[in-house]
């Protein structure tokens, strides 16, 4: 209720012209005595072409992610499982799933330390093999997949961990009646293991559709540069500008208007996913 539900209420600046926060009584104050503009605001950033330029590189990001990491953990948790080894599988885990608890900032230190252009790792070896020195952080057409490596490393093994723990719960004694029946380990995988772990794969699948429009606001903020403004401009920028770019007031009713947008298509997208995977394959959330 505190953290969640009452600073919605704040969603009113969508509707207000910017209103002054940093003046009168109260913060509070500021958002009531502001004038309503209607859906002027929203007008407003529709019409921008930095907004429409930040929504299509968040979309595109986000489907990235879905598209190419979103299935790994689920082939990675099946790779696990199929270890014989419990010593080595209870380690590869604990390494896997260690990256997640690094906030951004140590991962991005991380990966500078690992991709500069000077002074990183990969860059050393490739001037040793008689290469050209390659800019891997400041490079507007590589950032993209500079995002797409950091938050694999991150993520993937953290993700893991739900798909083992659903393939952990199956009844072993399908696989073993599969395997009676002469079922090779791969149909045993196709047929047994994907159809048992596939409501928990409908569910995360739902839940990662709707964070389609955040696109790794943190991540972007931490490996991001004006050289690659092009490709890393997402919609959290572009709202944490609106709020604190110096050479500007703060557009407190402008980037209210650009999270309640977010909020609904996300809303939009959970609701519509959910009815698809309920109506077509009969998995969904509720």
Excluded: C
């Amino acid at each position: 209720m505190v953290f969640s539900y009452l600073p919605m209420l704040g969603l009113i600046m969508a509707f207000k012209e910017n209103p002054n926060l940093l003046g009168g009584s109260s913060a509070i104050g500021g958002i009531l005595e502001a004038a309503w503009a209607g859906l002027g605001n929203f007008r407003t950033i529709f019409s921008n072409p930095k907004f429409l330029s930040a929504l299509a590189n968040t979309l595109i990001i986000s489907f990235l992610k879905i598209v190419i990491i979103f299935p790994i953990p689920i082939m990675l948790a099946i790779l696990i499982s199929e270890m014989r080894s419990r010593p080595l599988k209870r380690s590869l885990q604990v390494v896997m799933y260690i990256p997640y608890f690094l906030s951004w900032a140590t991962i991005a230190g991380i990966f500078v330390s690992i991709l500069a252009t000077e002074t990183g790792v990969v860059n050393n070896l490739l001037a040793a093999l008689g290469h050209e020195r390659f800019q891997f952080l400041n490079n507007n057409e590589f950032f993209r997949s500079l995002l797409l490596l950091s938050s694999s490393w991150k993520d993937i093994g953290w993700s893991a961990v739900t798909y083992i723990a659903a393939i952990t719960a199956l009844d072993p004694a399908l696989n073993e009646a599969a395997r009676i029946d002469g079922a090779t380990k791969w149909q045993q995988i196709r047929y047994v293991t994907l159809p048992g772990i596939l409501p928990t794969v409908a569910s995360m699948f739902i839940l990662r559709v709707g964070y389609i429009m955040d696109a790794g606001f943190e991540q972007v903020f931490v490996f991001y540069s004006p050289f690659v403004e092009g490709k890393g401009n997402i919609l959290g920028m572009y709202t944490w500008r609106l709020i604190n770019d110096s050479g500007l007031v703060p557009q407190y009713a402008l980037s209210t208007a650009v999270g309640f947008f977010n909020s609904v298509v996300a809303l939009i997208l959970v609701v519509s996913m959910n009815f698809i995977l309920k109506r077509f394959f009969n998995k969904s959330i509720w």
